[in-house]
């Protein structure tokens, strides 16, 4: 019984051979690292064709799933969390926050195991009710959590004793950070528990929660498997639980 995970992707122009059209692309890292450690990935567009809009159908995805996956990306629309954006907002794409907000909504209602990473914690974040820091060098003065569009730069973080955070990654692990945004307010029922030098937040948890968890750092971009071990440990769990009420 292999749990089977599902991973948002991207949206972009992308060209394979002689195509060049708009596609679903992931990094390969995020796959991989999935089934390298035990489960099985099912990769998840959002399709902005769908009848009733990009969220259709999102309880019946995360019915069939034991984990759910929300990867990195462009940034979030801050007209979910009630502002307007700042001119530094890029790469917005209101179809895919709407899509990955509904199975994440759905995912929690389920008590689903979720992994979010850097986008997928902010959407995280946002479904619960917080915001965002829109450009967060104008909140600490400098860009050492992104020094340039694409470029992962090794950060310093502390996380709390006795959280998943620290059980996960220990307790001050370097880590690769590639973010302009970060989180403000938090989200209802969301903990803090790693921070950088700065003070600016990097992993939440859900208490109560059967497994949820989010990093604003990337750890597939590292090959870190630490993070999606725990994940699949969560599913294969809520899949035996699932067998066990003889659900599908």
Not at 67 to 83: F, K, R, W
Not at 92 to 99: A, F, H, L
Not at 127 to 137: I, K, R, S
Not at 188 to 215: K, M, N, Q, S, Y
Request: glycine content about 12%; hydrophobic content about 40%.
């Amino acid at each position: 019984m292999i749990p089977l995970i599902g991973i948002t992707t991207y949206v972009a122009e992308a060209a394979w051979g002689a195509w060049e059209r708009p596609a679903a692309v992931l990094p390969e890292s995020y796959f991989e690292l999935v089934a390298s450690a035990g489960g099985r990935p099912l990769l998840l567009p959002p399709p902005s064709s769908a009848t009733d809009g990009p969220g259709t159908g999102a309880a019946e995805v995360i019915d069939v799933l034991h984990g759910l996956v929300l990867t990195g990306g462009g940034d979030v629309d801050p007209v979910s969390y009630g502002e307007a954006p700042e001119p530094t907002v890029g790469g917005v794409n209101p179809i895919r926050d709407d899509s990955e907000r509904a199975l994440l909504a759905a995912a929690l209602k389920a008590d689903l195991p979720v992994l979010a990473i850097c986008r997928g914690c902010q959407i995280l974040n946002v479904e619960l009710g917080g915001t965002l820091h829109q450009h967060l060098p104008d909140v600490i003065g400098h860009d050492g959590h992104r020094s340039a569009p694409a470029v992962f730069g090794n950060m310093a973080v502390a996380t709390e004793p006795g959280s998943r955070a620290a059980e996960v990654f220990g307790v001050s692990p370097t880590v690769l950070c590639c973010h302009h945004q970060s989180i403000h307010e938090l989200g209802h029922g969301l903990v803090p528990t790693a921070r950088a030098d700065d003070g600016v937040i990097e992993a939440v948890e859900l208490p109560g929660a059967r497994f949820v968890f989010g990093v604003q750092w990337h750890p597939e971009e590292g090959g870190d498997r630490r993070p999606f071990e725990a994940l699949i440990h969560a599913a294969a769990a809520y899949q035996r639980d699932r067998a066990d009420q003889h659900l599908p």
